[in-house]
């Protein structure tokens, strides 16, 4: 679904990315896994359209997302982005998660519902008329996980979405992010630099490394000594 082909990336002098080659398939949770500074925030901004590639190509669906500039908001609207700080606004937790259904010209009853069900889903009911910015940072993420998630994007990426929070909310996270794979079918591209969360809920693993991905596999894969 997602298509990885030959992605590099230089800031400057600095290469970042060096011809990163994969494919994450419909369906599947994909941990891209690596060390601090390996690239991976630079990857999943590729892939949200947050930037561009110095070379090579991303097809999402056999579209090269990065070529067609007029197709670049439909693009967008197939993806949910959670990044690695909980970024919510000064506002109640239903405006944080109504701000992406705005845009689409849902009416006032249908987004109140569908903002109700997605913060039931990331276990916040009851928290819409709260100010974001008064929960706890694992609260503030799952608020972020819920305006992502609202929009029914057919891929959700996450940034290191667990880096910042404490255990419990770390096995939350962990936990919707199997359960929305699971019950949505939604394809999961998330990044860490920690292998065991890796191993414990992807499918599919690359491991970035020297700017590429030095492997890609199950984790049964990855992880076992040839
Ligand atoms: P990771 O997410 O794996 O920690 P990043 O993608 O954040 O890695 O960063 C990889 C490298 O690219 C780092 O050395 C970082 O300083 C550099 N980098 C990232 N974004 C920029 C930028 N906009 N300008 C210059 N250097 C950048
Ligand atoms: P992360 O931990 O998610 O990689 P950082 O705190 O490293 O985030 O970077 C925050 C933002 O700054 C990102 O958008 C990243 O692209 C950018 N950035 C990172 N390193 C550099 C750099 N050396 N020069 C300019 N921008 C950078």
Same mark, same amino acid.
């Given at each position: ?16 990315? #060096? ?11 994909? #941990? ?48 949910? $982005?959670?990044?690695?700080? !909980? ?33 039931? $889903? ?36 996450? %940034?290191? !979405?667990?880096?910042?929070?404490? !255990?419990?909310?770390? #096995? ?37 490394? %020297? ?16």
């Amino acid at each position: 679904m997602i298509e990885l082909d030959s992605v590099s990336k230089n800031f400057g002098d600095t290469t970042v990315l #060096a011809g990163v080659t994969g494919q994450v398939n419909r369906g599947e949770i994909f #941990a891209v896994i690596g060390p601090s500074g390996a690239g991976k925030s630079t990857l999943l901004r590729l892939i949200d359209l947050l930037d561009t590639p110095t070379e090579g190509a991303i097809r999402i669906n056999g579209l090269d997302i990065h070529a067609d500039k007029g197709r670049r908001l439909s693009i967008r609207r197939m993806m949910g $982005m959670v990044f690695q700080k !909980p970024a919510v606004f000064n506002t109640t937790v239903t405006e944080n998660v109504a701000v992406g259904l705005r845009f689409r010209g849902a009416g006032r009853s249908e987004i109140r519902k569908m903002v109700e069900d997605a913060l039931d $889903m990331v276990g916040l009911a009851g928290y819409g008329d709260r100010k974001a910015r008064t929960l706890s940072g694992g609260e503030m993420q799952r608020v972020a996980l819920a305006r992502a998630m609202v929009i029914e994007p057919e891929v959700l990426l996450m %940034d290191e !979405p667990t880096a910042n929070l404490d !255990p419990v909310s770390v #096995a939350m996270i962990e936990d919707l992010v199997v359960r929305i794979n699971r019950d949505l079918g939604t394809t999961i591209v998330f990044s860490t630099h920690d292998m065991y969360q890796g191993q414990r809920l992807a499918h599919r693993i690359g491991v970035l490394m %020297d700017g590429v991905f030095s492997q890609v596999g199950t984790p049964r894969e990855v992880f076992t000594l040839p």
